[in-house]
């Protein structure tokens, strides 16, 4: 019997495990471990930030969920990581492990910009629950007395979506209250451009994603690095200032504390590095999945920025550790499996959307393009996110990871979420390459 642990129950966690048990007959042991006793369908925090859905639409109990479900529940914070030993502690118990997956999702980094975040800072998030209902509190109280709206994010962001669906949604909302003509926006950006995502490439989405904030008349500042927040004024690099009565910025990410405090085990930010199998390459027991993956930028910008790693690629990496652990335990034929890492990003913004579709969401490497890039707006855009994220939920009260059907849908828009692994892509890690 083996004993597969895994650290966070978020949009990568908790899939995997429902994919492990799956393949894995009951003799192996899968604990989960987290935080916080609630699921959260992150990618709807935007909404509860501004009034649009409360958190309790989007969230669900986990030891709910995994009850006789073959799958043992910890609720703590992870505080120490032995590789060698194989073995962590979550508070002041030890727990020994056979198989480690880290799927924590971020960890914040407000201290890269004084006056960054809710807490210590001036500025609001969406990046958590916590900070989402911050956002929802500081925003009730911006209504009564509105003023210049300031969205964005600072150097190092890797996850810009937010950013867009939060100025056009606040413009939507403004206008429905009749208070848009007292809120001018400007969105902040270190993007080259506007719908570069980190990522550059994108189709038209430079083009749709400037097109939809001329529209809603919301000034755009791109390539601007901020330097440092005031209580009510924004401050670049190169001397521009912005005031603001409510300001949401996005903050870089970094992987989780015990992760860094293992010399070797990461990099200074504590993004793991993986092979194609999403192994570490110097400790075969971990496996990564998620925000916590390394993955470098397709290309260097002026001003630093990270790659995303949507909710789709997260699910990908997670099916596919799950493969290859059970390959590694004799439970499944001995096919190694990558994850493609197809995205596909759903930006609501009230009225209209956009969503990206990038495969894989960097260029190849023997090519320099993707299989498929494309970028599309629509009302019906926000039919479709409000449709997944109830099926997401739905999935996650079934048990279920990615549905026969699911897959099949994917499949008819040319999608796969993993692929085998080829021989000579063995040997290779995520951080070097992306060829898979």
């Not at 048990?21 to 509860?48: A, D």
């Not at 479900?69 to 002041?92: R, S």
């Not at 990522?199 to 500042?221: D, T, W, Y």
């Not at 971990?286 to 390394?294: D, L, N, R, S, T």
């Amino acid at each position: 019997m083996s004993h597969i642990v895994i650290i966070g129950a978020g949009i990568g966690g908790l899939p995997t495990a429902y994919e492990l048990r799956h393949l894995l007959p009951k003799s192996h042991q899968i604990t989960l471990i987290s935080e916080s006793e609630s699921f959260t369908f992150i990618p709807s925090l935007p909404w509860v930030a501004l009034g649009l859905k409360s958190l309790k639409q989007i969230q669900l109990n986990i030891p709910k969920l995994i009850q006789n479900k073959g799958i043992e529940w910890v609720l703590g914070k992870v505080t120490g990581l032995d590789p060698q030993a194989q073995q962590i502690n979550v508070g002041n118990t030890m727990i020994k492990y056979d198989y480690l997956i880290i799927a924590t999702g971020a960890s914040l980094n407000f201290s890269n910009v004084s006056g960054l975040g809710p807490i210590n800072g001036y500025t609001q998030s969406v990046c958590n629950p916590h900070h989402a209902l911050l956002a929802l509190m500081a925003w009730n109280q911006f209504l009564l007395s509105p003023g210049s709206l300031v969205v964005g994010a600072v150097p190092g962001t890797s996850c810009f979506g937010p950013a867009y669906e939060f100025a056009l949604l606040a413009d939507f909302q403004l206008r429905r209250l009749k208070l848009r003509s007292k809120v001018p926006i400007t969105l902040i950006t270190p993007e080259p451009y506007a719908g570069h995502l980190g990522i550059g490439g994108m189709a038209n989405s430079r083009e749709l994603v400037k097109k939809c904030l001329q529209e809603r008349e919301i000034e755009i500042v791109e390539n601007a690095a901020i330097s440092r927040i005031s209580p009510n004024t924004i401050f670049l690099e190169d001397n521009r200032q912005f005031p603001f009565q409510y300001s949401m910025l996005l903050p870089p990410f970094n992987g989780p504390d015990f992760v860094r405090s293992y010399p070797g085990l990461a990099d200074d930010k504590g993004f793991l590095p993986v092979l194609p199998t999403y192994q570490h390459p110097q400790f075969e027991s971990i496996y990564a999945v998620g925000v916590v993956v390394k993955i470098n930028p397709p290309e260097s910008t002026s001003i630093p920025v990270g790659v995303p790693k949507t909710g789709q690629m997260t699910e990908a990496m997670g099916m596919a550790v799950a493969h290859n652990i059970a390959v590694k335990l004799g439970e499944i034929k001995p096919v190694s499996m990558t994850p493609t890492l197809a995205a596909i990003c759903m930006a609501d913004f009230g009225d209209k959307g956009i969503i990206f579709l990038a495969d894989p969401v960097l260029p190849e490497s023997a090519t320099g393009n993707r299989r498929k890039s494309v970028a599309y707006s629509g009302r019906w855009v926000s039919w479709c996110k409000t449709l997944f994220e109830l099926f997401f939920l739905a999935k996650m009260r079934w048990g279920m990871a990615v549905p026969f059907f699911e897959s099949w849908g994917l499949r008819a828009l040319g999608l796969k979420l993993i692929k085998p692994i080829n021989v000579s892509e063995k040997v290779e890690t995520q951080e070097f390459t992306l060829k898979v």
